[in-house]
C-alpha cells in the first residue's frame, strides 16, 4: 500500500519505513512490541495527506528492520538509529506517535531529540503506552512469570507463536471482534508478527526485543528535556491497567484521555477515533 524505504547506517544497522503526504505537520510513528509500521496504517488512511507528512517506522528487529545478531534489540540502540533518520530526513518540529513499547522508544527519542535542539519535536502521544516502573509492578502473572530468562529462552525458542497467539487472544483486543476487525488483523498484524518465528535467528531476535522491554524506565528521563506529552488510554486494555497511565499522568502533568470499549491495539480497533483524537491533539 506504501512504498518502503531503508534507512541504512551500515551493514547490520538499517530500518525499514513509509511516509505519506505532504502537509507541513510531521508525524513519526512508532509501533509497539512485534508489530510493524502497517500497523498504523488504519489510523493514517483516516488523517489528512494535504495537512501532515506522515512517517511510519519499524524498529530493529520488527517488519523488514534488521535482524542482525550482532545487534541488541534495546532502547538505546533503537534511539540510535531513529536520530540518525530524523536527522537525515531534516525532520523538524515533529509530532511523535507511539504504541505500548513504542510509548517507552518515544519518549526516550524525545528527550534525545530535544537535547540536540528544542526545535526537533513539538509533541509526544503516548497510545497505551508501557515505560514507567508501575507497568512491571502491575503486570498480569503469566507475562511476568514468562521474563525469568530460562523460561523466556524455552518460550523463544519452542513456542513462541503458540504464546503470540495466547498473548493475542488474552491481552490485546476487546472482545468479540467484529468483522472489521478481523480484516485488519489479517492485513496489518498476522503477517508481520509472524516473521519472529519464521526462523531460529528471527525469534532469537524476539527474545532479545522482549527481555529489552524493561530495559530503561521513564521515570529516569530528565522530563525538563521533553516537550508537551499527551495521554491516551482504552478502558478495556487488558494488559496495561489505568495506575500505568495515572503514572504517566503524574509525570508529565497531563490529563488521561481514556477511550471508551477498546482494547490495547486501539490503532487498528478503532482507528478513526483515535485518528480524530490525535488530530485534535496536535493542533492543540
Known sequence: MFESKTFRVDKHR???YFETGNGKDIILFIHGWLTSKESWIPIIQ????????????????????????????????????????????????ITII???TGGKISL????????????????????????????????????????????????????????IRLYFKKFLFFLPISSTLKENISK??????????????NRICALRITKNIFDVFVEDIDRTLLPDVEIIWSDKDMLIPIQVQYKFSILFKKQ????KNAGH???IEIPEKIAKLMEKLIQS
Open 108 to 163: 526516550f527519542l524525545a528527550s534525545k531529540l530535544c537535547s540536540i535542539s528544542k526545535t526537533l519535536v513539538k509533541k509526544v502521544i503516548l497510545l497505551n503506552s508501557i515505560g514507567s516502573y508501575e507497568f512491571w509492578r502491575t503486570l498480569h502473572p503469566i507475562l511476568k512469570i514468562s521474563f525469568l530468562q530460562p523460561i523466556r529462552f524455552m518460550f523463544g525458542i519452542f513456542t513462541l507463536s503458540i504464546f
Open 256 to 259: 488521561v484521555h481514556i477511550i
Open 46 to 93: 483516516s488523517m489528512s495527506k494535504k495537512k501532515y507528512r506522515i512517517i511510519a517506522v519499524d524498529l530493529l528487529g520488527h517488519g523488514d528492520s534488521s535482524r542482525s545478531l550482532k545487534l541488541r534489540f534495546d532502547t538505546q540502540e533503537n534511539i540510535s538509529i531513529l536520530t540518525k533518520l530524523v536527522m537525515k530526513l531534516g525532520l523538524k518540529n
Open 265 to 267: 491495539m486501539t490503532p
Open 14 to 16: 538499517y530500518i525499514s
Open 188 to 201: 496489518y498484524l498476522s503477517e508481520y508478527t509472524s516473521k519472529h518465528f519464521e526462523s531460529i535467528r
Open 98 to 100: 507511539g504504541h505500548s
